[in-house]
């Protein structure tokens, strides 16, 4: 029962680095989204993906670009990583109008 | 627009009932959500309330529901240290699909 699955746990980069934070689900859910957490503002959506084949931006979208490989997979990619972006990212998914299941959260540093 | 507010931090001693609140400003919300976070982990679903209930229970929680002060509350009797999390508020709005905007969270300390 794996549920979403967020890879990697933990990553330090440096500013102007290059990453892709890798989420997966084996729920057979339509939706998933990419939110990050910061302290005292809670959790801000990034991007979303209502199907498999649509992605759509959020409320903090800039400097994140992601792609819905198909159903089962979400991924979130830094194209050059800076300190703002310090950060714990949480993907989720759900089906439908319905309860949102999260991963376990990646935290990412940018030094 | 959609802005939704809690207070950060809440002290209770175990045994006693914590009113965790919550205030939204969007009057098109059709769902509103409980969620709690754990250290470490990602966040659980507790509960939610459909917009036209105003109150509902489920074991020691108790949401409440004031539509028309755009205010919701979660009540957990008996807290216990096992209760010691952060919980989100969470409101879809009509038309939506699952997009939730998440309130900023109020970290709950229970303590002995």
């Known amino acids: 029962n794996a549920g979403v699955t967020q890879t990697p746990k933990f990553q330090v980069l440096k500013t102007g680095q290059s990453m892709t934070l890798q989420c997966a689900q084996d729920?057979?859910?339509?939706?998933m989204y990419w939110y990050r957490q910061d302290p005292g503002m809670g959790l801000r959506l990034i991007y979303y993906?209502?199907?498999?084949?649509?992605?759509d931006k959020g409320e903090v979208p800039n400097g994140y670009n992601v792609s819905r490989l198909n159903k089962r997979e979400f991924s979130l990619r830094l194209e050059s990583a800076a300190p703002s972006q310090t950060s714990v990212y949480f993907c989720?998914?759900?089906?439908?109008?319905?309860?949102?299941?999260f991963g376990e959260g990646s935290r990412l540093t940018v030094l | 627009g959609e802005d939704v507010e809690q207070s950060l931090f809440l002290s209770v001693r175990e045994g006693d009932s914590s009113v965790i609140n919550c205030t939204y400003t969007?009057?098109?919300?059709?769902?509103l959500y409980w969620y709690k976070q754990e250290p470490g982990a990602g966040l659980q679903l507790l509960t939610y309330?459909?917009?036209?209930?105003d109150m509902k229970q489920d074991q020691r929680l108790t949401v409440l529901l004031n539509k028309k002060d755009k205010h919701l509350s979660l009540r957990i009797a008996d807290t216990q240290t096992g209760d010691s999390a952060i919980y989100f508020c969470?409101?879809?709005?009509?038309?939506?699909?699952?997009?939730?905007?998440f309130g900023t969270g109020t970290r709950l300390q229970v303590t002995l």
């Open positions: 729920m057979n859910h339509n939706s």
């Open positions: 993906s209502a199907s498999e084949g649509t992605t």
């Open positions: 309330i459909f917009s036209n209930m």
């Open positions: 989720a998914s759900s089906q439908g109008p319905g309860e949102l299941f």
């Open positions: 969470a409101e879809r709005l009509t038309g939506t699909a699952s997009k939730l905007t």
């Open positions: 969007d009057s098109s919300s059709t769902y």
